[in-house]
């Protein structure tokens, strides 16, 4: 019988793996933080103790950590989970770029391990309500094994067996997502300095064709109140952007409006602080026009 593993239960992570319990004969948990083990603990998860554990007793393992190198780490490094004795296949779903699952992908693949990245897109809601963009590559067989999981997380989208194809979709989708913050952080710091209701602005936005996802979910959720939690952190989007730039470069490929994000995410990180939000591209804007961004909702 399939036992399903799963390491990394942040914002993501919890809500993506708390939708398998109920569907998988047994899951098994891992993170550093004992409180996110216990979190799905008490939903009916068991608890392991390391990663190299969750390879010993998993047939597939699920991946939702911050960074490349940490998932690197815990796939590969020592005590990773491919030095496991059960593991058959590893599925990243974090934003790790294109480098690394291919890299994975060539480790794993000479231990007969099947590697797939499937990076996610629909934030905290999407993983609790599992209405997630999920895009798939790698070999096809272990993705066909795999995806009635992956589908209990979001709608999924097999891009092909290359190596990395997830990856890259999931970088471009990100670039769109994050310019969308930028040019609406832009263009509400103007209107509101020449007088304009912010809440009344989003509503017309949202009925013209200035409508995008900035304006549909991050203002109406975490900007017009002023809370600033949208659930995604500002040195994750920074990662992402980095991943993006550092990607293009490499194919020829200039992305100006990438470098603009890149530049609001360094300077809310500067301002806000390690723990902010990337919502907090909004009071980036609002300073450069001259708006107080503490003021309240
Ligand atoms: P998070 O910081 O909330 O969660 C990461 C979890 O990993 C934490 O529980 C942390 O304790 C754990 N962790 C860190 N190092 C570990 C290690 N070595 N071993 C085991 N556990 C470890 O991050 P998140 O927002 O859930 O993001 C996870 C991934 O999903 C990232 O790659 C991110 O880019 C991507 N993502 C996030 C969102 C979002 O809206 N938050 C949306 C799409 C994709």
Redesign the pocket.
């Known amino acids: 019988m399939t036992t399903i593993g799963f390491?990394?239960?942040?914002?993501?992570?919890?809500n993506m793996s708390a939708r398998l319990i109920g569907h998988v004969h047994k899951l098994v948990v891992?993170?550093?933080?004992p409180e996110?083990v216990q979190g799905l603990v008490d939903q009916g998860a068991v608890a392991a103790e390391s990663?190299h554990e969750l390879g010993d007793l998993c047939d597939v393992v699920f991946v939702?950590?911050?960074?490349p190198p940490?998932?690197r780490?815990?796939v590969l490094g020592a005590g990773g989970i491919a030095e496991g004795s059960r593991i058959k296949t590893v599925c990243d779903?974090?934003?790790?770029g294109p480098k690394l699952a291919i890299e994975l992908n060539q480790a794993l693949e000479a231990k007969g391990i099947a590697s797939i990245d499937a990076?996610?897109?629909?934030?905290?809601k999407?993983?609790r309500d599992g209405t997630?963009a999920i895009m798939a590559s790698g070999p096809q067989t272990a993705y066909d094994a795999i995806e009635p999981l992956i589908a209990r997380m979001g709608r999924a989208f097999y891009m092909g067996e290359t190596p990395g194809a997830g990856q890259t979709m999931?970088l471009v989708n990100?670039l769109l997502g994050a310019v969308a913050i930028a040019v609406t952080s832009e263009g509400m710091a103007m209107g509101i300095k020449a007088g304009l209701d912010p809440a009344r602005m989003i509503e017309v936005l949202n009925s013209g064709t200035g409508i995008n996802s900035a304006t549909r979910d991050k203002w109406p959720r975490a900007v017009l109140p002023r809370t600033f939690d949208?659930?995604?952190?500002a040195a994750?989007?920074l990662?992402?952007t980095r991943l993006l730039l550092d990607e293009a470069d490499a194919m020829g490929v200039p992305l100006p409006l990438g470098e603009i994000v890149r530049g609001y995410l360094e300077t809310a990180l500067a301002d806000y602080g390690p723990d902010a939000d990337f919502t907090a591209m909004a009071k980036v804007a609002e300073k450069n026009a001259g708006l107080d961004p503490e003021r309240g909702a």
Do not use: C, H, Q, W
Request: aromatic content about 6%.
């Open positions: 390491i990394g239960l942040g914002r993501m992570g919890a891992y993170d550093v933080a996110a990663p939702s950590l911050p960074t940490i998932v780490e815990a779903l974090s934003t790790s990076p996610v897109s629909g934030g905290i999407g993983a997630l999931k990100n949208f659930g995604f952190a994750l989007s990662k992402d």
